[in-house]
């Protein structure tokens, strides 16, 4: 259960960071740019929350 709620907070994490790297960084970009910006930290933070969770599982 633990790993349950670690991996949702990861998620709500990453996706908190993908909203705000694509609204408030880049605030005079195109809604297109934004969408792609939302896109990559999106998955940057999949692939970042798969790293800790295989690193947590093999503990």
Do not use: E, H
């Amino acid at each position: 259960m633990a790993q349950r709620k670690n991996f949702i907070a990861i998620a709500a994490l990453f996706f908190i960071f993908a909203v705000v790297f694509s609204v408030a960084i880049w605030p005079d970009a195109s809604f297109a740019a934004k969408i792609a910006f939302f896109a990559a930290g999106f998955g940057c933070g999949i692939g970042i929350g798969q790293f800790f969770g295989r690193r947590a599982s093999v503990s």
